[in-house]
């Protein structure tokens, strides 16, 4: 089935940028919509950024807004998280999900197929 890759993560000073990177293989095009989520220790996992197939639609919680960017290069079956301004709040794994539809959730029991997350730790 549809597997999913996550790198790119890292430690980091506040201010500074990561750009993450979710390489998916196996059957890419039932996976409509891509999402990447966050988990810190001891919080549950959250939502942070999602985009459909064509990239006409994205969504952002409040808080990474101006500063996180989601994109995908179809062609290379990879989807991007481009994070900018890091705050040490942003420290969590990150994790890259994938939804056969191409409506757009938040919740993590509607998404699919999962990654095995990458690390991003941001410092003060």
């Known amino acids: 089935q549809v597997q999913l890759v996550e790198s790119g993560g890292g430690l980091v000073q506040a201010g500074g940028s990561l750009k993450l990177s979710c390489a998916a293989s196996?059957?890419?095009?039932?996976?409509?919509?891509m999402g990447w989520f966050r988990q810190a220790p001891g919080k549950e996992r959250e939502f942070v950024a999602g985009?459909?197939?064509?990239?006409?639609?994205?969504y952002y919680i409040d808080s990474v807004k101006g500063r996180f960017t989601i994109s995908r290069d179809n062609a290379k079956n990879t989807v991007y998280l481009q994070m900018n301004n890091l705050k040490p709040e942003d420290t969590a794994v990150y994790y890259c999900a994938a939804r056969r539809s191409d409506l757009m959730v938040v919740y993590t029991t509607f998404y699919d197929y999962w990654g095995q997350g990458t690390q991003v730790t941001v410092s003060s």
């Open positions: 985009i459909s197939w064509s990239g006409s639609s994205t």
């Open positions: 196996g059957r890419t095009f039932i996976s409509n919509v």
